[in-house]
């Protein structure tokens, strides 16, 4: 029997709308499932809820950081393994790009790191089971 594959569902973070739409466009363009949240408040709640593959948060938000946001879920150990990409308007001077996508994103880029880590966390998911 061939087993279907699931696309990888990523939660898109941000208080701003057409930022959500812009990155939820090309997540969907590219085979992903889309989860939005515009409510940085209750982001942490549809994240336990909804349990995606990965987070994509912008770094600056009402009320709390995406760096908070990714700090919270890798305190819980049910959700330390969701990768987490961060976005911006703030160019990253330390150098380190690794996960974090200033704006306007590299689009290629973006999807590939996507994907790779989502891949990763669907053989993960695999390894547990089997263990």
Not at 16 to 25: L, P, S, Y
Not at 93 to 103: A, E, I, L, T
Request: charged share 30%; proline share 6%; hydrophobic share 40%.
């Amino acid at each position: 029997m061939v087993k279907k594959r699931i696309a990888p569902r990523v939660c898109v973070i941000d208080a701003n709308r057409e930022h959500v739409d812009e990155i939820a466009k090309h997540l969907r363009s590219n085979g992903f499932r889309v989860l939005t949240c515009l409510s940085p408040r209750g982001a942490l709640g549809r994240i336990r809820r909804e349990l995606p593959d990965a987070v994509v948060v912008e770094v600056i938000l009402p009320g709390v950081t995406g760096f908070e946001i990714a700090a919270r879920m890798e305190a819980s150990r049910r959700l330390s393994q969701i990768p987490v990409f961060f976005t911006t308007d703030i160019q990253n001077s330390s150098g380190d790009n690794h996960d974090y996508f200033p704006r306007p994103l590299d689009i290629p880029a973006f999807m590939c790191a996507l994907r790779e880590r989502t891949m990763k966390g669907e053989r993960r998911k695999g390894k547990d089971a089997r263990e």
